[in-house]
């Protein structure tokens, strides 16, 4: 059975950092495109950071390019997500969703399986 499992989430003040971690199981990560997408209340879920099958083509949402950093190790079957000078309109729950394709694409609807997501408010 395909899961993911997101981690990592908390609550941070602003300019801190966060690394968000997405493990999943049940399948073969060197065959699928990672996403990570957030959804903050009242919004539509967004794609932030996406991420090829062998992590050689990446692509990041302009609001966070500069800060957010995608990253997979298809040996620990985990892709990570590294956050930093995060903003408090970095605050949603952020998810991660995986598809069978060597590309990937911001477009939350290309993506069949999702994690249940993690938290991450940015606060003082």
């Known amino acids: 059975q395909l899961q993911l499992l997101e981690s990592g989430g908390g609550l941070v003040q602003p300019g801190g950092s966060l690394r968000l971690s997405c493990a999943v199981s049940?399948?073969?990560?060197?065959?699928?495109?990672i996403g990570w997408f957030r959804q903050a209340p009242g919004k539509e879920r967004e794609g932030v950071s996406c991420?090829?099958?062998?992590?050689?083509?990446?692509s990041y949402a302009d609001s966070v390019k500069g800060r957010f950093t995608i990253s997979r190790d298809n040996a620990k079957n985990t892709v990570y997500l590294q956050i930093d000078n995060l903003k408090p309109e970095d605050t949603a729950v952020y998810y991660c969703?995986?598809?069978?394709?060597?590309?990937?694409?911001?477009?939350?609807?290309?993506?069949?399986?999702w994690g249940q997501g993690t938290q991450v408010t940015v606060s003082s």
């Open positions: 991420i090829s099958t062998r992590g050689g083509s990446t």
């Open positions: 969703a995986t598809v069978f394709s060597r590309l990937c694409v911001l477009k939350p609807e290309n993506y069949n399986y």
């Open positions: 049940g399948f073969n990560l060197d065959y699928y495109a």
